[in-house]
């Protein structure tokens, strides 16, 4: 059995593969392809199967989505709605999006009112039909699309979440008119309340479904002339994974891919583990992604925004930060040393790389201090010069000259600390929990090599190091389940209600669910749910999400659950009248999973003479070990200063730490006492 993970990051692709006859893993990193991501793929799993045909299970996360949002690089979109809400986008919320500049902009609306025609139909909230639709007149306005050769049109009807009728109509129409056409419905997308959110949802969901369906489609054409024929299985932003097919119709729900493929291999780590609230930081080329992970529970939302774009599908709930191994260092106006959130990416990459980048970034401050050496080839393929890394620092030197390439080089990195600290604060302090109660999980190609300084920072007292760091998400989404959400906004005031009535619109849903899983195959066996409710207090505005336990059996304990998020969240409580406005649940079906060995080696740290490597600590430069990760026994332990190097990814060790290989071979870093 041959189980592939392959994670598309903005710098690299990674792969994992575990081997079922022999219970191990093995890597492959390639770099990433930006103008044909389908080639980096291949590259990979060449490096990880002999024949792909011989694959039992391919799982892919990706950030082709993603980039399209942020880059604007997605497709014209065009909008039927409600006549009367021509401008739901363009009114948005009308939050001052910097609260104390008064001449700052709202983002731009992702479709243009230009693009946005009006049918008259209305529904009204309660799902009764206050004018009917009206198909002749909806027919000459799709008849306009037609004239305009739309290729991407999103239907967003006011209250379709609670009768879908009219917009499954105009879908009909659109996709009769229109065949070669990507078409969406906000019913199908986002079937709850609060019409910007799910009409932006909507359109973030056309805004990218032609590329996604075609990179999709390409990458199903070029696998299957190389021989495989099994599934194509896509990670997606709730931690779960979905059928190809899915993802073409709603390729919204992968926003968040790649870094869920991360947060779901942390869960699986701290099980095996027993280390049950971890604090992910992933830190790749691009940017860095951190996660709070409380007993295990992996946390959804559906609050986040990609870019400045409201996107209420269900994610894990994922604080990002443009901090990475390609970010740049650069002065502002005021000769003020930043870094990033621009990145050197895969093309031209870092100074150090020698393919025409000139910008200093964290990855040549590394290369310039001896965290990096100067041998490590990134991804495999990629070697770095340290002449070079210098180099690009010295336009920033000149306008700094109290400083040299050394002193700059540790700003650099201190910075970019600073940033992810920020970013980790934000998912931790800002919500009531403590960083120094949890365990810092740290992966991506960079993240082990800057983790003991974030958690120094935070007082953080022990650190995870993945085996394998930089195919960790990669590893993620070849362990995670198959999941889907399901949402239903009806609102009910629980002292109104009885628990019975409340529990059967959970039921209503899982029925629904479990309808869609038995059509792919899944048996009702093999399924388990999850529930939640969109609780308020009576008068609020927003909600929050309250988990429903199978133990829970009254009104007052569903009640006594949304008192201790209330308070935690926003440090007080009441008994007031609370109201229920949204259900929600998760199918999963469980999959094949790995049987990971136990690390074993013969070589043991203390007896083989090791190298050392003069790498900067605390503003001189120090001699310190160079171990290879893979020579190490398992439960070897020793003190830092030190670096440990592997395939895709190097550990710093500082001076104040030490670090102890465990039984799977996961490496961990604990704080010495001052």
């Known amino acids: ?110 479709v243009p009112r230009t693009r946005t025609f009006e049918i008259n139909e209305r529904m009204l909230f309660d799902g009764s039909v206050r004018k009917a639709f009206d198909p002749i007149e909806a027919r000459a306005i799709v008849e306009k699309l037609v004239a305009e050769n739309a290729n991407s049109v999103a239907i967003c009807f006011l209250h379709s979440y609670a009768n879908p009728a009219h917009e499954q109509l105009a879908e009909n129409l659109v996709r009769e008119l229109l065949p070669t056409a990507f078409v969406c419905s906000s019913a199908a997308v986002l079937s709850q309340f609060r019409e910007y959110e799910r009409f932006n949802t909507t359109a973030l969901n056309a805004y990218i479904g032609p590329i996604m369906s075609d990179y999709l489609e390409n990458l199903r054409d070029r696998l299957g002339k190389k021989g495989y024929k099994q599934p194509i299985f896509v990670m997606a932003s709730n931690g779960g994974v979905s059928n190809l097919d899915l993802v073409k119709q709603l390729p919204v729900m992968t926003v968040l891919s790649g870094p869920a493929g991360g947060v779901a291999a942390a ?103 001896n965290r990096l050496g100067p041998d490590t080839a990134l991804g495999g393929k990629i070697t770095m010069d340290k002449d070079l890394a210098i180099a690009g620092m010295r336009l920033i030197l ?145 909600e929050l999400e309250v988990p429903i336990s199978e133990s829970i059996d009254s009104i007052e304990a569903i009640e006594e659950v949304f008192y201790q998020l209330h308070e935690r969240r926003f440090g007080h409580k009441t008994t007031d009248i609370t109201e229920i406005v949204n259900f929600r649940i998760a199918v999963i079906a469980g999959g094949d999973k ?18 050392f490597r003069s790498v900067y600590f605390n503003d001189k430069f120090i001699d310190v070990p160079v171990y290879r990760r893979d020579e190490l026994l398992a439960m070897t332990e020793t003190t830092g200063p030190a670096v440990i190097e592997e395939n895709g990814s190097t550990t710093i060790i500082p001076p104040s730490w030490r670090f102890r290989m465990l039984k799977f071979g996961e490496l961990l870093l604990e704080k010495l006492d001052s």
């Open 398 to 542: 000149e306008r700094l000259p109290s400083l040299d390439e050394y002193s700059l080089a540790d700003g650099i990195i201190q910075i970019a600390v600073a940033r992810m600290v920020s970013a980790i604060k934000e998912i931790s302090i800002s919500r009531g929990f403590d960083p120094r109660d949890f365990t810092l999980v740290a992966y991506g190609g960079a993240g082990p090599m800057h983790a003991a300084f974030i958690a120094d920072e935070l007082e953080i007292p022990r650190i995870l190091i993945p085996l394998g760091p930089g195919n960790f998400a990669a590893f993620g989404s070849l362990i995670s389940d198959n999941r889907r959400d399901y949402s239903l906004t009806r609102t009910v005031c629980p002292r109104d209600s009885s628990i019975a009535d409340i529990l059967s619109t959970f039921t209503e849903l899982e029925d629904r669910g479990r309808k869609e899983f038995e059509d792919y195959g899944v048996g009702l066996d093999q399924t388990t749910t999850r529930r939640w409710a969109g609780m308020r207090y009576l008068g609020q505005s927003w």
């Open 267 to 369: 869960v699986e780590l701290g099980e095996r583990v027993n280390i049950r609230n971890l604090i992910t930081c992933d830190m790749g080329g691009t940017s860095t992604d951190v996660c709070l992970i409380e007993d295990l529970e992996t946390p959804v939302t559906h609050e986040q925004f990609i870019g400045d774009y409201a996107n209420r599908t269900p994610q894990i709930e994922i604080n990002a930060v443009g901090a990475g191994g390609g970010s740049i260092a650069w002065l502002d106006a005021g000769d003020i040393l930043m870094v990033g959130p621009q990145s050197a990416g895969a093309d031209p990459g870092p100074a150090c790389y020698g393919f025409g980048g000139s910008s200093p970034t964290v990855t040549d401050a590394n290369l310039a201090l």
């Open 1 to 110: 059995m041959l189980l592939v993970g392959v994670d598309v990051g903005g710098t690299f692709t990674d792969g994992v593969v575990y081997d079922g006859d022999s219970h191990r893993l093995q890597y492959a990193k390639a770099p990433s392809t930006p103008d044909d991501p389908t080639q980096g793929v291949l590259d990979v799993l060449e490096g990880l199967v002999p024949d792909i045909k011989d694959i039992d299970r391919l799982v892919h996360g990706l950030t082709i989505g993603t980039n399209a949002i942020l880059e604007g690089k997605g497709a014209d979109v065009w909008i039927l709605t409600t006549r009367g809400f021509r401008d739901v986008l363009e009114i948005a919320r009308t939050n001052r999006p910097i609260l104390y500049d008064i001449k700052s902009l709202k983002p731009q609306a992702l």
């Open 594 to 611: 790995p049987d990971l060995l136990p690390w074993v080696n013969d070589r043991s740290v203390t007896t083989e003479k090791q190298p």
